[in-house]
C-alpha cells in the first residue's frame, strides 16, 4: 500500500491538536476553582463532563463515520470544539465550562474515531502499529507545550510591557481583566477553526474499514457488554486513564495547596514536566517497538 506523507502528517497535526485542548485542565483548575469559589467536588465535575462525552459519542462516532466518512465527520467534530471553545471564551461561567468541555469531548471522541483507520490506510498498515506509538508521542508533546502556552498568557495578559504585541493587544480586549486564563478558549478557538479550514481543503484516501474497525449494530455492543474480558479491558483503562488524568489534573492543586507554589508558574511546569516524562517513556517505547 502507498504511503501519503502528507496525510500521515496532518493525522500527527490533529493529534496534537486533540492533545493541546485535552490535557489542559491539570493547569486550569486551580485557576478555575479560585475564580468561581468551587469546592474540589464541584471541580472534579470538570474532566468529567469531558471525558463522559467519550463514553457518550464514540460509539456513535463509529457510526457516523460508516454513514458520512471520514472528512465530514473531522469536520463536525472541529465545529463542534469550536463551538464549546467560543461559548465558554464568550460566556465565562462554571455551568458554561461544563457544557463548553462536555462539546470540545464530543468533538475529540469523534476525531479518535474517524483518525485511526485513517492512520492505517494513509501510513500503510505495515507501519500502523509504529505510526500509533508515533502519534502518542506528537500527542505528549502537545500536553507539555500547552501548560507553557498557559503560563506565558496568564502572566503576560494582565500587564502591558510598552512593546506591541498584537495577539496579547487582541486577547486583552476580549477577555475579563480577573479571568486571564480564559485566553486559552479564544486560543482553542483559533486553533480549531484553523484545522475547520485545512481539513475542508485537504482530500483524502478512501477508507475501506475493517471488520474489526466497523461499528455495527447496537445488537452487537449488547452482546460485547454481556462478555467478562470486556468488562475487564473497560476497568483495565478505566484504572489507567483514572491514574493519568488524576495526576495530571490535580497535582498542580495540590502543590498549591500543600506546599504553596504558584499554580500558574512552577504548579503549571510541573504538569508540563509530568507531560513530558511520559513523552519519554512513550519515545522509549517507540525504540522497542
Known amino acids: 500500500m502507498k504511503r501519503n506523507t502528507f496525510i500521515v502528517a496532518l493525522i500527527f497535526l490533529i493529534f496534537f491538536v486533540i492533545s493541546f485542548l485535552t490535557n489542559i485542565l491539570g493547569p486550569l483548575v486551580p485557576d478555575i476553582i479560585n475564580s468561581f469559589s468551587l469546592s474540589l467536588t464541584l471541580a472534579g465535575f470538570l474532566p468529567f463532563s469531558f471525558f463522559v462525552a467519550y463514553g457518550v459519542m464514540s460509539i456513535p462516532a463509529g457510526m457516523l463515520v460508516e454513514r458520512y466518512r471520514e472528512k465530514r465527520v473531522m469536520l463536525a467534530a472541529f465545529l463542534m470544539a469550536l463551538v464549546g ?124 474499514l475493517k471488520e474489526e474497525e466497523r461499528a455495527g449494530a447496537w445488537a452487537v455492543y449488547k452482546e460485547l457488554f454481556r462478555k467478562k474480558i470486556v468488562i475487564l479491558y473497560f476497568l483495565g483503562i478505566f484504572a489507567y486513564v483514572g491514574t493519568e488524568q488524576g495526576v495530571a489534573n490535580w497535582i498542580s492543586k495540590f502543590l498549591s495547596t500543600y506546599h504553596g507554589i504558584d499554580p500558574q508558574t512552577k504548579g503549571a511546569s510541573t504538569v508540563s514536566l509530568f507531560w513530558g516524562l511520559m513523552t519519554a517513556g512513550c519515545l522509549l517505547g517507540l525504540v522497542l517497538l
Open 85 to 208: 471553545a467560543l461559548f465558554f471564551g464568550s460566556v465565562p461561567r462554571f455551568s458554561v465550562a461544563l457544557t463548553s468541555l462536555f462539546l470540545i469531548g464530543i468533538g475529540m471522541a469523534m476525531l479518535q474515531v474517524a483518525i485511526n483507520p485513517l492512520l492505517r490506510v494513509a501510513g500503510g498498515e505495515e507501519h500502523f502499529a509504529f505510526n500509533s506509538v508515533f502519534a502518542q508521542l506528537v500527542f505528549g508533546l502537545a500536553s507539555f507545550l500547552s501548560p507553557k502556552v498557559f503560563s506565558y498568557l496568564v502572566l503576560n495578559l494582565p500587564k502591558s510591557s510598552g512593546r506591541s504585541n498584537p495577539p496579547l493587544e487582541i486577547l486583552r480586549k476580549v477577555v475579563p481583566d480577573t479571568l486571564p486564563w480564559v485566553s486559552l478558549y479564544w486560543v482553542f478557538s483559533l486553533v480549531t477553526l484553523a484545522m475547520v479550514v485545512i481539513i475542508a481543503a485537504v482530500r483524502l484516501p478512501k477508507v475501506e
